[in-house]
């Protein structure tokens, strides 16, 4: 799983909200991992409701870049949403992850939680 420290950028709630509006409720945008559990789909309505109260950070995955990670949450539980290059909302999160670092030339990607 990401470690936080590496190509990441911040995502703001308000900016992740607006890209779920564009989905359907049901429509899965990624998977929810939770600690040691196995991941499992999660829709717009269940990352929507997940979101409101996160600290939030997205991260490219390190292997193919294929996919991006959401951190939502540290405690009590870790939660985390792989979003895959299929997803409905990846592209929105690629265009998102070119405008942090276009504003943040200086950024060198570590988020700790």
Do not use: C
């Not at 899965?28 to 991941?39: E, F």
């Not at 997940?50 to 939030?56: F, I, L, N």
């Not at 995955?61 to 540290?74: C, G, P, Q, T």
Request: charged share 25%; glycine share 8%; proline share 6%.
């Amino acid at each position: 799983m990401p470690n936080g420290r590496s190509g990441g950028f911040i995502i703001e709630k308000g900016t992740l909200t607006e890209l779920l509006k564009t989905i359907s409720e049901t429509t899965v945008v990624g998977q929810i991992l939770t600690g040691p559990s196995r991941p499992r789909d999660a829709n717009r309505a269940e990352l929507t409701r997940s979101s409101r109260s996160a600290r939030m950070k997205s991260s490219p995955s390190k292997k193919d870049r294929r996919a991006y990670v959401i951190h939502l949450r540290n405690e009590p539980d870790i939660l985390w949403v792989l979003v895959r290059s299929e997803e409905p909302i990846f592209t929105n999160l690629r265009q998102q992850h070119a405008r942090w670092i276009t504003e943040h030339p200086g950024w060198n990607g570590w988020i700790a939680f």
